[in-house]
T-cell receptor, first 112, second 112 residues
């Protein structure tokens, strides 16, 4: 029944490692997003993606890369993890850009 | 620059009272959305108000939008303990897949 599901929910890893977070939506939405929420709860968009176009926030390091095997999935791959990458990462989807979002429950990433 | 600044940052009221949160923004919008985030959870979409609308209602929620002042307010009437959460406004400017720009949020605590 879960509309937007993310795995894993928690991820603890060492600096320098490479990790992936998976996201799947079963809503038939056209657009998916990745947001980063820092310790002060500020949400910052990282990527938005529909079946035609990937928009990358220019402030996101190129160590972060989205991968979309199909319209229902948008995975986040992170290379060479750094301490500052520790945050909660949220996947979301919307019918179209500008419509209300449905968020996943988040992945808490801790880099040690 | 960050868009969608909420005010106040934190609000504590007694159960049964009304809670009002404000949001200001700097540039023109296509629509403005409000979200709720319970501790440790993903964000939940509450209401979307378009730039040509002035007021919308949903149950105990009332949202107003004043485009001349570039501000919006969220009113929760007859608050309940379950309303304790962080509330975010998010601005959609349109014209591309830029996604929503979120403010810092208001942390609302309802005292039983």
């Amino acid at each position: 029944d879960t509309a937007v599901s993310q795995t894993p929910k928690y991820l603890v890893t060492q600096m320098g490692n490479d990790k992936s977070i998976k996201c799947e939506q079963n809503l038939g939405h056209d657009t998916m997003y990745w947001y980063k929420q820092d310790s002060k709860k500020f949400l910052k968009i990282m990527f938005s993606y529909n079946n035609k176009e990937l928009i990358i926030n220019e402030t996101v390091p190129n160590r972060f890369s989205p991968k979309s095997p199909d319209k229902a999935h948008l995975n986040l791959h992170i290379n060479s993890l750094e301490l500052g990458d520790s945050a909660v990462y949220f996947c979301a989807s919307s019918l179209r850009d500008g419509y209300g979002y449905t968020f996943g429950s988040g992945t808490r990433l801790t880099v040690v | 620059s960050q868009q969608g600044e909420e005010d106040p940052q934190a609000l504590s009221i007694q159960e049964g009272e009304n809670a009002t949160m404000n949001c200001s923004y700097k540039t023109s919008i296509n629509n403005l959305q409000w979200y709720r985030q319970n501790s440790g959870r993903g964000l939940v979409h509450l209401i979307l108000i378009r730039s040509n609308e002035r007021e919308k209602h949903s149950g105990r929620l009332r949202v107003t939008l004043d485009t001349s002042k570039k501000s919006s307010s969220l009113l929760i009437t007859a608050s309940r303990a379950a309303d304790t959460a962080s509330y975010f406004c998010a601005k959609y400017s349109g014209g591309g897949a830029d996604g929503l720009t979120f403010g810092k949020g208001t942390h609302l605590i309802i005292q039983p």
